[in-house]
């Protein structure tokens, strides 16, 4: 499983120096964080370099957005009527406009606007379905990706997770972008069955033989590996990082002031401010928050120089840089050769972690609203249901996956 840049509020410089030191890598662009000049640019930049990739998010999930960056730009429509703009030229200027603003990128594939699902009901699947055939119809020269972007109610929606998995059996489509909402606002999901239902419908189209891609996703997620995700996307701040229609309706307070901040210990699966990495230094548990060296993030070193953590400047570039370092090797190393192996290794990845989130607090070295703990069982439970749903057809199909 790939990790991509989902692209967020002063991400141009980490985009352009985390491609160049991967060697590559693929960031999805954000009309509400750019103009189109500056969507050109940093286009141009980051396929200047090797492995560089962009996609382009029309992000049109909202079409009544008052976000003044996002609708600037010229493929939004200057009015929006719920009954006919699907069904009239109103959705054909949008596809061709959208189709240019991809060709003028020299995106990867063509990811299709898609409206955010409050419910999955015949009139979302009907918009889908319509989206998707009159994009067949452009010649767009380069793969579609249909957006399902979906309500948190709409991910616990189960049987509407199986409808959406039907329509897509008859959709000429490359693959799917998918945007979960999380649910009460929580950056680390807890709920069983929004999780189960993700993997469900992730694992349900690859078998269909689509490519998925999960955008604004954090390390809770990993477990979508055990569905043989293509790629998941995250970014620096959490609006990047969890998905919520509110980021789309007016600037949040992430662009207009700076917030603590966190550092990201792979081994726990869990977040700390420094002052609880000073904690850890006090109480001699700080070396076991160090990366492993494998991960190549040297953006935390500073930490762990013997010196009160505090003190060294560790800052938001080096912490946003370690947190999407440390994921890229945790996403790459999720899946293994076999469907069995990779549930388990994602159990034993678990179980480490939740020892060494146990181990932390007993030393007083608490996470605050960043830990993990209250995810570990509700992830193990998502994971048990996808070996009883789709076990037996992903351990069948895991070598063309």
Not at 134 to 157: E, F, I, R, W
Not at 241 to 250: C, K, N, P, V
Not at 299 to 325: C, D, I, K, M, T
Request: with cysteine.
């Amino acid at each position: 499983m790939d990790l991509y840049l989902q692209f967020g509020h002063g991400m141009m410089e980490h985009s352009r120096h985390l491609v160049r030191s991967w060697g590559g890598g693929t960031v999805i662009l954000s009309p509400r964080d750019l103009t189109r000049e500056q969507l050109v640019k940093l286009s141009d930049e980051l396929r200047a370099l090797p492995g560089g990739q962009v996609l382009v998010d029309p992000q049109f999930y909202v079409p009544r957005s008052d976000h003044h960056r996002l609708t600037s730009h010229d493929y939004w429509p200057d009015s929006y009527q719920t009954n006919g703009f699907f069904s009239g030229t109103g959705m054909q200027t949008l596809l061709s406009t959208v189709l240019q603003l991809n060709r003028d990128l020299g995106c990867a594939a063509f990811i299709l606007p898609g409206l955010m699902a409050d419910a999955i009901d015949d009139t979302w699947l009907e918009t889908l379905r319509t989206i998707v055939e009159h994009a067949g119809t452009l010649n767009a020269g380069m793969p579609l990706y249909a957006t399902v972007a979906l309500s948190s109610d709409s991910v616990k929606d189960t049987a509407g997770i199986q409808d959406v998995l039907a329509e897509f059996e008859t959709l000429e489509v490359e693959g799917a972008y998918l945007l979960f909402e999380h649910p009460n606002g929580e950056y680390i999901v807890q709920d069983p069955i929004w999780l189960a239902n993700a993997l469900e419908l992730a694992a349900g189209l690859r078998l269909l033989g689509k490519t998925v891609i999960v955008g604004y996703a954090n390390h809770a997620l990993l477990c979508l590996g055990a569905a043989s995700v293509n790629a998941i996307a995250s970014g620096t701040w959490m609006n990047v990082r969890a998905f919520s229609r509110g980021r789309f309706l007016a600037a949040d307070d992430e662009d207009i002031k700076r917030k603590a901040v966190w550092y990201y210990d792979p081994a726990s699966l869990s977040e700390y401010k420094l002052t609880f990495l000073d904690m850890a230094h006090r109480n001699g548990v700080l070396a076991s928050m160090a990366p492993p060296a494998e991960f190549g993030s040297t953006y935390a070193a500073a930490l762990f120089s013997g010196v009160q953590p505090s003190s060294v400047g560790f800052g938001e570039q080096e912490a946003f840089r370690h947190y999407l370092q440390c994921l890229f090797h945790q996403a790459r190393g999720v899946r293994t050769a076999t469907f069995d192996s990779t549930v388990s290794n994602l159990r034993q990845s678990l179980d480490a972690a939740e020892r060494q989130a146990r181990f932390l607090a007993q030393n007083q070295v608490l996470p605050q609203g960043r830990g993990f703990s209250d995810a570990f069982d509700p992830v193990r439970a998502a994971l048990s249901s996808l070996e009883a749903t789709r076990g037996a057809m992903l351990r069948r199909a895991w070598p063309t996956l």
